[in-house]
């Protein structure tokens, strides 16, 4: 088992280069080493997963000196098996997709060789047995992503999105980098196990702990997209619609949820819980209302990731790991499900992205329609797929704990009535009704069955399949079942809710799309709109903030300092020279006695001087 997990770690990497290499010989050749390559990290993986017989840990050095060592070890449990089936399986779909939607891009080599690059840094991250390890993981994810969403990089765009991911995600990792150099500081350690072991027997100063559990989470924010750190998500829409499925669903929102999970018993001895919960559920509310206005496909969903993965959050902060993990892993199948059928979409509807130019596509892609629906239904709740039980499961756990019954468990319910508005209005606006751009319909082709409808319908067959196995999926995830008392009044009232909500959205985007117009018109409406269209201006006052406040007021103290020390001693040396020239000017009267006789006077003190000096 250790080789299997070594050559897990391993392949990725050398298969980059590989799929790089050979691809600059043939550009086929880089997608088939990358789909190859693909299938044989899922293998490996389950491989794992079926021979699983106890925690694979494999202790490694990364260096010495002296008395001190840097550890970078291997631990592998059904957490991490769990992650590695979710990172290897939609990654090879992900892969298989791309045959068609990357098949006229020129720069496919380099394309294949990120995106295994990507799913390398992820299996790193699930993997890790430390901190060090973890952490290398979460920096080539890092770096993997900065150049997958700037992959279209000779456009101004994708460049600047790309740029907008990286400093928004490096933001979070120096507070994480920071919460290593504390634990290893106060522990002298940095294994994982070892640290949820030490944070439960109160060998950690609580207030230390509180202080490192809040760094390590704002990392998390940054690599999950979650408030305040979340505009990166929807400028990270600019790659291709394959690198947002790998984003949005197979690895690297999930990491910062993941090393919570990870870390989960730490939270827990820091009671460090209800910050993750209520950060979760503002970023939840955000993320619902602000996907409901918007016109781009995948801008929907980029603000569908942010609030669903935010009920991940607020189930670990209400205490049950059961029901944040599950909610994580079920969010992850439908979430590359829909990401990817937006790309079948995109892909043949002319690269046009405005939901609004849709219309009766039903007809032209069937298949992909009953796909994303079954995704659709699964984001929303309805039973029996599986995003019904995980986020009835979220929901039961904050009305049940104390310190989240209250407005975090308001704010969750109302963002998880309102998902099956935003996508309901999706789905209905892109395949029902009747085309609202008769010459773009016509355009739309239907795409291939083999590369896109089959990645697809495994992605729906899964998401349906798996609500019939949440409670081992949750045992697997936290060795635990979620919260067995569910709340019944509230879950008909929920199922009456979502029944009424979805007419109501048929009715008002399907067949009054006039009454949408008209309602949308009105000033106030208009105002609400221009606030959750731009998700509540949050990145438009951070920018204010780094430019404005931080770099200009940075800017204004450098001046105020050049101006009034450093121009004021140069011009203070100029000043006093004047000074002395003048002062020394009214000896010279320009008669010879006076000139001879101040001579006389300096030679005679200088004389002196010396004399003194010399008894001396």
């Not at 072991?197 to 060998?203: L, W």
């Not at 085309?435 to 319909?441: E, H, N, P």
Request: proline content about 3%; hydrophobic content about 55%.
């Amino acid at each position: 088992m250790h080789n299997l997990a070594l050559t897990l770690l391993l392949l990725p990497i050398f298969g980059a280069l590989f799929a790089f290499v050979v691809g600059k010989i043939n550009k086929k050749l880089a997608f088939w080493s990358a789909e190859i390559i693909g299938l044989a990290l899922f293998a490996i993986t389950l491989k794992l997963f079926l021979s699983y017989d106890g925690a694979i840990d494999i202790p490694m050095t990364w260096f010495t000196l002296g008395d001190f060592s840097i550890p970078f070890g291997i631990y592998i449990d059904e957490l991490s098996l769990v992650m590695l089936l979710i990172a290897t399986g939609l990654g090879f779909l992900d892969i298989h997709f791309a045959h068609d939607y990357m098949a006229e891009d020129p720069h496919q080599p380099r394309y294949y060789a990120k995106v295994l690059f990507f799913i390398g840094g992820m299996i790193l991250l699930v993997s890790a047995k430390d901190m060090v390890a973890l952490f290398s993981g979460w920096e080539f994810m890092g770096l993997a992503s900065y150049l997958l969403i700037s992959f279209w990089h000779e456009k101004k765009d994708p460049a600047d999105a790309g740029v907008s991911a990286f400093l928004f995600t490096r933001f979070g990792d120096i507070f994480l980098f920071a919460a290593i150099g504390l634990l290893f500081y106060l522990t002298g350690t940095l294994d994982l196990v070892s640290l949820n072991t030490m944070a439960s027997n109160g060998e950690i100063e609580k207030n230390m702990m509180y202080l490192i559990a809040v760094f390590i989470f704002i990392a998390a924010i940054g690599k999950s997209g979650q408030f305040p750190l979340f505009p990166w998500l929807m400028r990270a829409m600019e790659g291709p619609t394959t690198v947002s499925a790998l984003i949005h669903g197979a690895t690297m929102v999930n990491s910062g949820i993941y090393i919570v999970a990870r870390l989960f018993d730490f939270y827990v001895a820091s009671q460090a819980l209800i910050v993750v919960a209520a950060f979760g559920a503002v970023s939840a509310f955000i993320g619902a209302t602000s996907a409901l206005v918007q016109r781009e496909l995948k801008k929907v969903l980029a603000y569908s990731t942010m609030s669903h993965l935010s009920l991940a959050f607020i189930g670990l902060g209400a205490g049950s790991l059961a029901a944040g993990m599950t909610h994580l892993v079920n969010h992850a199948v439908f979430k590359a499900l829909l990401f990817l059928g937006a790309g079948a979409i995109i892909m043949s509807a002319a690269h046009i992205k405005d939901m609004w130019k849709f219309g009766g596509f039903k007809a032209k892609m069937p298949l992909v329609a009953f796909f994303m629906g079954i995704g659709a239904l699964s984001l929303s709740g309805i039973p029996p797929f599986s995003g019904f039980f995980s986020k009835d499961a979220v929901i039961v756990a904050t009305l049940t704990n104390p310190q989240t019954d209250g407005l975090i468990s308001t704010l969750t319910l109302i963002a998880g009535v309102l998902s099956i508005a935003y996508i309901g209005r999706l789905w209905f606006l892109t395949f029902a009704g009747e085309s609202r751009d008769k010459v773009l319909y016509e355009k739309v082709k239907q795409p291939s069955l083999f590369w896109i409808a089959l990645p697809l319908g495994i992605m729906a067959v899964a998401t349906f399949v798996m609500g019939f196995f949440q409670e081992n999926i949750a045992e697997l995830v936290s060795g635990a079942v979620p919260h067995e008392e569910h709340i019944e009044g509230l879950l008909i009232g929920l199922l009456s809710t979502i029944a009424l909500l979805g007419l109501l959205v048929y009715y008002y985007y399907v067949k009054r799309l006039d009454l949408t117009q008209k309602i949308a018109a009105q000033p106030l409406m208009q105002a609400i709109h221009k606030v959750l269209f731009n998700g509540y201006f949050v990145e438009f006052f951070i920018h204010y903030l780094a430019k404005e406040v931080v770099v200009g007021g940075f800017a204004k103290a450098i001046h105020w300092i050049d101006t009034n020390i450093i121009d004021a001693s140069v011009n203070g040396v100029l000043t006093l020279s004047q000074k002395i020239r003048a002062l020394l000017a009214k000896t010279d009267t320009g008669l010879a006695s006076n000139n001879s006789g101040a001579m006389l006077l300096g030679v005679l003190l200088l004389l002196g001087i010396l004399f003194i000096g010399g008894a001396m």
